[in-house]
């Protein structure tokens, strides 16, 4: 799971709002927004991202994976690059799409949808993989070029 239960609170609580604040610029229901601030419901990676370009952080440190605070300019997700990344970090390790399903728990299925693009990955499914390769999650969105966090928790 996600170490965002501390995160997203502090983020938010630091800029002194509220969930409901925080749901309404998202545009979902406060209860939908509270279940991903205390890590009970997974959420998308287009969500996460509206998210650290709010509050102006990296997705490694909004989702808990890092302990560095970098500021960062608003940034986009590019979902083409997500695609061509997953699948050179697998040929990178020699692995079959089947195999790395295995390794994450995902059914070969799901990861070859992640690898040509038909289905998105969640914030959770791909934290799981960005974890398995020890890259930056930022890196696999497209919004970094470095594959390495900047410090791990």
Not at 32 to 49: C, H, P, Q, R
């Amino acid at each position: 799971m996600l170490n965002t239960e501390t995160r997203l609170c502090d983020l938010r609580t630091d800029k002194d709002l509220r969930q409901k604040d925080i749901a309404d610029k998202l545009k979902v229901k406060r209860s939908t927004y509270s279940m991903w601030e205390i890590n009970k419901s997974d959420f998308s990676i287009e969500k996460a991202n509206e998210l650290a370009n709010f509050y102006k952080v990296s997705l490694d440190y909004l989702l808990g994976i890092s302990d560095i605070n970098t500021k960062t300019e608003n940034s986009d997700i590019n979902f083409d690059l997500l695609c061509t990344r997953l699948k050179s970090l697998r040929k990178e390790k020699d692995l079959t799409q089947s195999q790395l399903g295995k390794s994450v728990g995902f059914a070969q299925t799901t990861y070859t949808c992640y690898e040509n693009g038909t289905s998105r990955p969640t914030t959770f499914k791909l934290l799981y993989i960005a974890k398995y390769y020890n890259v930056s999650f930022d890196y696999l969105v497209g919004r970094s070029d470095s594959k390495k966090l900047k410090s791990s928790l």
